[in-house]
């Protein structure tokens, strides 16, 4: 703490602070406290406020810099300067009330409340007397000199660096005095695990009697080195924690804080670097900062130690590998100039070792191979724990160019950017096959192109046949059947005009009765109750006609499945688009109906006047049935609540709309839409691709959009594709010739 300095004659000369104008006050750069003479303060200015991180209530007719401040003197020390309490140091402070005397420079830290950060301020007080001579008051002025600070801690740091030599324990001892200096603890130490005990390897300040081996167990920076953790471990109020009774440290050397942060080596945490206070600190962040600065040089000069082991434990095995390695080994100067040539190089390049020691490499390097080579190496000069593989040519002691590759390491013990180990073995062989391997590969490739569209070809045509054996057998299928059930409902269809005419018949018979003979026997009477005659009379001919509808409705589907088959029509033939639409709705009539939880499906046909196209009807009825039973299943899908909230209807109904239309007198347009959820963009890339499919395994092939596409593009020479996006519906786009070409093979 920097002396006292006083002034006699400062408070007579000193201009009454309530003179200066109230904006001058608030706006001084520097904090301003007025204190009476009992100490409590009556007037401040904002800067003294955010210098203190106080308001003015928290300061108002307050002693200042009590204990509840949190304030510490320079040497980590707290600092006190009520009146009952204070101790000699800060009593001496308070003399200026009665002695006139003004305090200079005092340097202190105050622990901010908002935040918990610490501000270094130089504190100046100035007396002002009453004209008999006493003193009135005091002027404390706070300047912030926290960056000062900053300063000459880092200028201690680097100092410190500066001065370290080739000796890591000498070094590690000068950076345990410095985290004790900077942090201003009573003493600090490093504390290094070694076979199971703990080593004080650094001190500074530690007292006279201080054991340097203790037994890990109990001890602190023992746990700040089991936590494996980088962050800086902090145990406040040591006497009321378990460490009193467990760490040897704490009661006899009456410590209260502690402070450590654990050293790494090898990617293994070793030690602890600490500093312990005999008083209560609070470390801030800038604090923290320092020590983890402090624990990584330590952990560079950890680094250098195990390292000097290392190297000298195997430095005769290291020697051995590198003159019976069959690898090429050399040691390079920067500027390429060859130090070292394991005896692998004669068999290798063809020369001694002496022949080229001295020699530059550069002088024997392919020139097309020089630049990059040369990039290489200043890259690994410059990072010194790079490591870079490169091939390159080099010149045979038979004039021949031989293909090298080299990893060259920077990981010698000389300084960075001096010289560089290269392990380099000879691929003469190796590139040459490389180059064959190249020229067979290129071969291959176009002996793969060919099969590939080999394949593709034969795919095409295996699903044609697959496809065209499936139409043809569920052709024949649905025509045998269409033909056994046309026999009996033809026969039930044209007798049911006679049974009708005979139920009339017989019906006016029993009205003949009833009016000639209107007293029936009591036999006939309980009969004629028992069946309801006049039930019977009025629902037979109702159920009659019924059945006529049934039969009619019977053929019209029978008729409906010949049409859609068309077994006996694979040809080229005229062909009505829309009787062909109608026809596939009819036999989808059943999914169209609602369903629990379903509603109708609505079908809307927007028809246009279409003429007589040529074309193979069965086919086109395919491609029909496959796009509309595509949309029956999204609509299904969207209302059966499969799809995700974000792909739903985009209307409140399930709707399929058919409109057809005549494009430039040689070409027709059939567009089938859905109001579904739609289909995402990387699912339309592969709709028409042969066995692509969303759905579930078991529930499609994959190959209804394929084979309509081939159908439409190929077989007829039109256009089939897919509009459709995500909440918006799906629009399936069908262009047909009116006339096919005469070559059928589009």
């Not at 320079?74 to 009952?84: A, D, R, S, V």
């Not at 019209?556 to 029509?569: A, E, M, T």
């Not at 995700?644 to 007198?665: A, G």
């Amino acid at each position: 703490m920097p002396p006292l300095h006083t002034n006699q004659q400062s408070g007579a000369l000193a201009p009454r602070i309530e003179n200066l104008p109230p904006a001058l006050l608030k706006e001084l750069p520097v904090g301003v406290l007025v204190m009476g003479v009992s100490g409590e303060i009556r007037m401040m200015n904002q800067a003294a406020l955010n210098l203190l991180g106080l308001t003015e209530s928290q300061l108002l007719n307050q002693e200042p810099l009590d204990s509840d401040w949190h304030v510490i003197q320079e040497n980590g020390t707290p600092f006190q300067l009520k009146l009952h309490t204070a101790p000699v140091r800060a009593k001496q402070a308070l003399l200026l009330l009665s002695t006139r005397q003004a305090l200079r420079n005092l340097v202190l830290g105050v622990y901010r409340p908002t935040n918990s950060d610490r501000v270094w301020l130089s504190v100046n007080t100035e007396p002002q007397l009453n004209t008999d001579g006493t003193v009135e008051q005091v002027i404390c002025t706070l300047s912030d000199i926290t960056n000062q600070k900053a300063g000459e801690q880092l200028s201690k740091i680097n100092e410190c660096f500066s001065s370290l030599n080739s000796d890591p324990d000498d070094n590690i001892n000068r950076l345990t005095a410095l985290a004790g200096d900077l942090l201003g603890g009573a003493w600090a130490v490093y504390n290094r695990l070694h076979e199971g005990l703990l080593w004080a390897w650094g001190q500074s300040q530690t007292p006279p009697d201080f054991s340097n081996v203790r037994e890990p167990e109990g001890n602190i920076c023992y746990d700040v080195i089991q936590q494996r953790s980088d962050q800086t471990f902090v145990v406040q109020d040591l006497p009321n924690t378990p460490y009193a009774e467990s760490d040897n440290w704490v009661i006899p050397y009456q410590l209260q804080t502690y402070i450590g942060q654990a050293v790494k080596c090898a990617g293994e945490y070793i030690g602890s670097v600490c500093v312990a206070y005999q008083n209560q600190f609070i470390p801030c962040e800038a604090d923290k900062k320092l020590m983890g600065i402090i624990a990584s040089a330590i952990s560079v000069e950890e680094e250098r130690k195990r390292e000097a082991v290392v190297w000298g434990q195997n430095e005769a095995k290291w020697r051995s590998l590198l003159q019976n390695s069959s690898n090429l080994i050399t040691i390079l100067e920067g500027d390429g100039t060859i130090k070292y040539a394991s005896p692998a190089i004669e068999r290798i390049l063809g020369y001694k070792p002496k022949e080229l020691i001295g020699k530059n490499t550069f002088d024997f390097v392919h020139t097309d191979d020089i630049p990059f080579l040369q990039k290489d190496f200043r890259e690994v000069l410059q990072n010194p724990t790079t490591a870079l593989t490169i091939e390159f040519r080099f010149r045979h002691k038979d004039g021949s160019w031989r293909y090298i590759e080299s990893t060259h390491s920077n990981l010698l013990m000389d300084a960075p950017g001096v010289r560089m180990v290269v392990n380099s073995r000879d691929i003469t062989d190796r590139k040459l096959a490389e180059a064959a391997l190249i020229k067979s590969e290129a071969q291959l490739r176009e002996k793969a192109t060919q099969l590939e569209q080999a394949l593709y070809e034969l795919q095409q045509t295996q699903t044609q046949l697959v496809q065209t054996e499936k139409m043809s057998s569920l052709g024949q299928l649905v025509a045998g059947v269409a033909h056994e059930i046309n026999n009996p409902v033809s026969f039930i269809y044209g007798n049911l005009p006679y049974a009708t005419e005979y139920t009339q018949e017989l019906l006016h018979l029993i009205r003949l009765y009833q009016q000639q003979y209107p007293n029936a026997t009591p036999v006939i009477k309980e009969a004629l109750e028992e069946i309801d005659l006049d039930f019977v009379s009025e629902d037979l001919p109702k159920l009659m006609n019924s059945m006529l509808v049934g039969a009619e409705r019977i053929r019209q589907i029978v008729l409906s499945l010949r049409n859609f088959s068309r077994v006996d029509k694979a040809a080229r033939e005229p062909f009505d688009l829309h009787n062909g639409i109608d026809n596939t709705l009819l036999l989808l009539q059943h999914r169209l109906k609602p369903k629990a939880g379903r509603p109708h499906i609505q079908i809307i046909k927007d028809y246009s006047n279409l003429p007589i196209v040529e074309c193979y009807a069965g086919q086109l009825n395919q491609v029909f049935m496959n796009i509309l039973s595509n949309a029956v299943d999204a609509l299904e899908e969207s209302m059966d609540g499969e799809t995700t909230d974000s792909l739903k209807l985009t209307t409140n109904s399930p709707i399929i709309q058919i409109r057809t239309e005549m494009v430039d007198d040689h070409k027709v347009v059939i567009r089938i839409a859905d109001n579904g959820p739609g289909i995402p963009p990387h699912v339309q890339q592969n709709i028409f691709d042969p066995f692509f499919t969303t759905k579930p395994v078991g529930q499609g092939t994959g190959l209804g959009l394929s084979i309509s596409y081939q159908i439409v593009v190929e077989k007829h020479g039109g256009v089939l594709s897919c509009r459709s996006k995500p909440g918006e519906g799906t629009e399936f786009y069908i262009e047909l010739p009116v006339q096919l070409p005469h070559d059928e093979a589009v």
